[in-house]
């Protein structure tokens, strides 16, 4: 089951939040009733879980993602998160090196090896609430430092997830076009690991 951009937004009662809340409780409906024919045994959500990267709205995911889980009768091992510009939370980020708009050669310096921890760090609270969930951090890539929910591969039985994490240049309340990189450096250290595949 893939998903994305969910932007939950902690004690929100506007009437957009209203309507969230009931397309999210149908969806859980939804899969509570479908069969083993159609009942995914993983669960994706590719970005902006949060809607500012704070705890509240985390803890309003983790509440419904926790329903989902059960609905689908899986446990968090199966349930893969990857972080978006709407995950981002850090009041001090103004403080870091960023990158020239549409300078890949900066952006590319700047994640050039492990990830610098203040550049992590702008998603903590995306990855607390990924430790409370239980989610289990991707694997390390050689030179890419310890494991992290913020990016890397997780292996399962019959697919390999590799969390492309895009937005180490995103910040709260500016525009993110022309901001989102991957980093070719990372990307180098995931093809010299074996995780990228180049077609003959």
Known sequence: LHLSDLHFRGGESSRAGSA???????????????????????VVVTG?????GTEGDYRAAEEWLRRLLGALNLDP?????CPGNHDVYDPDAEQ???????????????LAGPVPPQRQGLFREFEA????????????????????????V?????????VCNSAWFARAKVEDRNRLWLGLPLLKHVEAAGHLHRQA
């Open 20 to 42: 969230r809340e009931v397309a999210l409780r149908e969806l859980i409906g939804l899969a509570a009733s479908w069969d083993g024919e159609w009942r995914p045994d993983l």
């Open 154 to 162: 997780r292996r399962g039985a019959d697919v390999d997830i590799f």
């Open 129 to 152: 609430s990924c430790r409370r969930l239980g989610v289990p951090p991707s694997e390390a890539v050689i030179g890419c430092g310890d494991p992290t929910a913020l990016w890397g």
């Open 48 to 52: 902006d879980i949060a809607w500012a």
């Open 96 to 110: 870091l090196a960023w990158p020239a708009e549409q300078d890949t050669t900066q952006a590319d310096n700047l």
């Open 77 to 81: 091992a199966q349930l893969h998160l």
